[in-house]
């Protein structure tokens, strides 16, 4: 299973972004999808989650307000709209895919079976 995010890219600070995860593989709506971001020296963090029937769910409360996940099923690409930027967002964000049993888990702790390559956002002050 492969998973690609792109859309990555260097922002002004207070500036937006929309980030997109594809896969040639499989049918996203029917997988769990996760986006993840991990920081120079900082472990990597769960921001957002999307489960097959369209449920959000807000793992990290830094990003609440700023950014949001959607999805179009036509376009089998899942969206990470960040927005009002700060030069703390600055990492390489994943996307990841997970059955669990059409859910999203309850923390951003939890390992995705699927993950595919980052994409950089850098944010400058």
């Known amino acids: 299973v492969q998973l690609q995010a792109s859309g990555g890219g260097l922002v002004q600070a207070g500036g937006s972004l929309r980030l997109s995860c594809t896969s040639p593989?499989?049918?996203?709506?029917?997988?769990?999808i996760g986006w993840y971001r991990q920081a120079p020296g900082k472990e990597r963090e769960g921001l957002w989650c999307?489960?097959?029937?369209?449920?959000?769910?807000l793992w990290t409360a830094s990003v609440q307000g700023r950014f949001t996940v959607s999805r179009d099923s036509v376009k089998n690409t899942v969206y990470l709209e960040m927005n009002t930027v700060e030069p703390t967002d600055t990492a390489v964000y994943y996307c990841?895919?997970?059955?669990?049993?059409?859910?999203?888990?309850?923390?951003?702790?939890?390992?995705?079976?699927?993950w595919g390559k980052g994409t950089l956002v850098t944010v400058s002050s």
């Open positions: 593989g499989i049918t996203l709506e029917h997988y769990s």
């Open positions: 990841a895919a997970d059955r669990y049993g059409g859910k999203c888990p309850d923390s951003g702790n939890y390992v995705m079976d699927y």
């Open positions: 999307i489960d097959s029937p369209g449920n959000r769910r």
